[in-house]
């Protein structure tokens, strides 16, 4: 099917599952507290619950089809194009926002195929199930952008060794760590491994972020962050994070769940994201 039918008929039952299914409403509803609470739009929680069902169906039809590569204005491409062209390595940072799946056909389009910082879980072996075609579907993906993966866990020195060789490598920044941030209005506590590894390795930070609009994807890529500019990887993080913010609070329905499984779980609220407990060894 068209992918303009395929998108809308997810529309059309994510709006459906919204009215006929309590406990849908309830995870939504508690997904969105966490997402905006104690922000400017903590009071938007109801209608953008709805969104926020709707838009994890659209996601989910995304993901499932062959992978479009996405567009991009031309401001963002000479963004990505000019820090690529410095070879001093380049981060792409992004939330868990939008179609985020499609970020290695943003590094295809200018000939710089990314290598994608990963969880463990993109590594398995495979199943006979349908958790095992989806795994094996996203690497097949992956591999028809060309972009290569590494587990996250343990990957700060060759992160480092990619960048100082002028790669470009994704990570996402919305990741449970031991750094307690200021984010979306609330102490979040968030990993803080991509200002690191740009202080260490001297890279170029950019901002990214994936936005649906009908049934095509546009990356926004912001304006290079230099880490040299920075005292110490501390401010970096926080000024990653007030980038990662503004973005978020457009369209905050289009961010994947702070509470499921692998991320800040149940213990993700309105007053705050605490880390895990699984995470910090309790």
């Known amino acids: 099917m068209p992918a303009v039918a395929v998108l809308r008929r997810a529309e059309i039952k994510g709006a459906r599952t919204w009215r006929r299914s309590p406990a849908a409403r309830q995870r939504a509803r508690a997904s969105m507290q966490a997402i905006v609470g104690q922000t400017a739009r903590a009071g938007e929680c109801e209608p953008l619950a709805r969104l926020h069902l709707i838009e994890e169906g659209v996601r989910e039809a995304l993901l499932r089809r062959r992978w479009q590569l996405p567009s991009a204005d031309r401001r963002s491409l000479e963004r990505l ?38 969880d463990p879980w ?40 990619l960048l100082t060789k002028g790669r470009v490598v994704h990570i996402h920044f919305d990741m449970p760590g031991r750094h307690e941030t200021r984010f979306l209005g609330k102490p979040v506590m968030l990993a803080d491994g991509s200002a690191r590894v740009a202080k260490v390795s001297g890279a170029l930070v950019l901002a990214v972020r994936p936005r649906r609009i009908g049934h095509r994807v546009w990356m926004d890529v912001d304006e290079a962050i230099d880490p040299e500019e920075f005292a110490d990887a501390a401010l970096l993080h926080t000024e990653l994070a007030l980038r990662h913010e503004a973005w978020i609070l457009e369209q905050p329905y289009a961010l994947e769940d702070p509470r499921r499984p692998g991320a800040w779980e149940e213990q993700a609220t309105a007053t705050g994201w605490p880390l895990p407990a699984r995470r910090s060894g309790r």
């Open 81 to 118: 194009r000019r820090a690529v062209a410095s070879r001093r390595g380049v981060l792409l940072s992004t939330a868990h926002l939008g179609p985020y799946q499609l970020m290695p056909g943003l590094g295809y389009m200018v000939g710089s195929p990314l290598t994608v910082v990963a």
């Open 122 to 161: 993109l590594f398995e072996e495979p199943s006979r199930d349908e958790w095992g075609r989806r795994l094996a579907h996203w690497r097949t993906q992956l591999a028809t952008f060309s972009a290569s993966a590494i587990p996250a866990r343990g990957s700060f020195e060759a992160v480092v060794e």
